[in-house]
């Protein structure tokens, strides 16, 4: 069945540090990758996403690229903000199954001054 | 414009007990699923509707668990004799057609049974 990893959290940063967190998935097909974002006391959101192969997707400074290649999409971002601290999931859904997302188990960022 | 709602965001029932968990999807969504968020795990598919129709409820943990839309808008989970092991955040989305896969989510009823 359809998977995906992340790569455990939690993971700290100094404000303005580079960020990178691994995802990789598993599914048949060509599955639509995402990135959701929870901020504390909030609900997912969606942050970026890509459909097909090298699409890149960007959003609020983050950026992730459809690698069919290596069966990855990571996320990052080049100058982190106190703001960005959350718990990040990485997600796919196919075609066919009424678009259903399977998660990763998230990965949650601290973000220091 | 409003989104997705669900209610009540905490719930503690007793073990055996039976609990309606309610969603309120974006006015004009057709899809809506319901997840289960175990603490500290990501969201697990439970089940999709598309209108009213249920077409998949390969995601439900066991026949304990119930999930309607009767007229194609409210949805509600209802879970019977609850357990320990139930005990999660349930969170609901829906998406505008099962062509366009962006899904919207709601904040999520705790259920904590004791």
């Known amino acids: 069945g359809d998977s995906v990893t992340q790569m455990e959290g939690p993971v700290t940063l100094s404000e303005e540090a580079f960020l990178t967190i691994n995802c990789t998935y598993t599914?048949?097909?060509?599955?639509?990758l995402f990135w959701y974002v929870q901020y504390p006391g909030e609900g997912l959101q969606l942050l970026l996403k890509?459909?097909?192969?090298?699409d890149k997707g960007s959003n609020k400074g983050f950026e992730a690229t459809y690698r069919k290649e290596t069966t990855s999409f990571h996320l990052e971002k080049g100058s982190v903000q106190v703001s960005d601290s959350a718990v990040y999931f990485c997600a796919l859904s196919r075609a066919g199954g009424g678009n259903k997302l399977t998660f990763g188990t998230g990965t949650q960022l601290k973000v220091e001054l | 414009g409003a989104g997705v709602s669900q209610s009540p965001r905490y719930k503690v029932a007793k073990r055996g007990q039976d609990v309606a968990l309610r969603c309120d999807p974006i006015s004009g969504h057709v899809s809506l699923f319901w997840y289960q968020q175990a603490l500290g795990q990501g969201p697990e598919f439970l089940t999709y509707?598309?209108?009213?129709?249920?077409?998949?409820k390969s995601g439900l943990p066991s026949d304990r668990f119930f999930a309607e839309r009767p007229e194609g808008s409210v949805s509600t989970l209802k879970i019977q004799r609850t357990q320990q092991e139930d005990s999660a955040v349930y969170l609901c989305?829906?998406?505008?057609?099962?062509?366009?896969?962006?899904?919207?989510f709601g904040p999520g009823t705790r259920l904590t049974v004791l």
């Open positions: 599914a048949t097909g060509y599955p639509s």
């Open positions: 890509a459909t097909k192969a090298d």
């Open positions: 509707f598309q209108n009213e129709a249920q077409l998949d």
């Open positions: 989305a829906s998406s505008l057609a099962e062509s366009y896969n962006e899904q919207f």
